[in-house]
């Protein structure tokens, strides 16, 4: 079993900047795949940011030049930086592990981030 806790979320003008954290625990030696996801009220959850174990990243289409995906093996943590915010970033952001043994996905229970002036 893998726990993620995140944190970081908060109420930020249009134009600013936050950084999400996630922090790993417990079958953290099986994690290769982590990501951000979030979820926009009345809207599907979304793919914002995903990292390989080695680092390798991919961004959503919304996010790219604005986001950076980064993650600190050594301390099982994971971040999220996102500048330039904008109201269309306002979600619940969910920090998602990936393990391959044994195959499986894990969540965490999201942070709010609000934009709005």
């Known amino acids: 079993q893998v726990q993620l806790v995140e944190s970081g979320g908060g109420l930020v003008q249009p134009g600013g900047s936050l950084r999400l954290s996630c922090a790993a625990s417990g079958s953290i030696f099986s994690i290769n795949t982590m990501g951000w996801y979030r979820q926009a009220p009345g809207k599907e959850r979304e793919l914002v940011a995903v990292?390989?174990?080695?680092?390798?990243?991919s961004y959503a289409d919304s996010v790219k030049g604005r986001f950076t995906i980064s993650r600190d093996n050594a301390n099982n943590t994971m971040y999220l930086q996102m500048n330039n915010l904008t109201p269309e970033d306002t979600a619940v952001y969910y920090c998602y592990a990936q393990t391959t043994v044994p195959p499986s996905d894990f969540w965490g229970q999201g942070t709010q981030v609000a934009v709005f002036s």
């Open positions: 990292i390989s174990r080695r680092g390798s990243t």
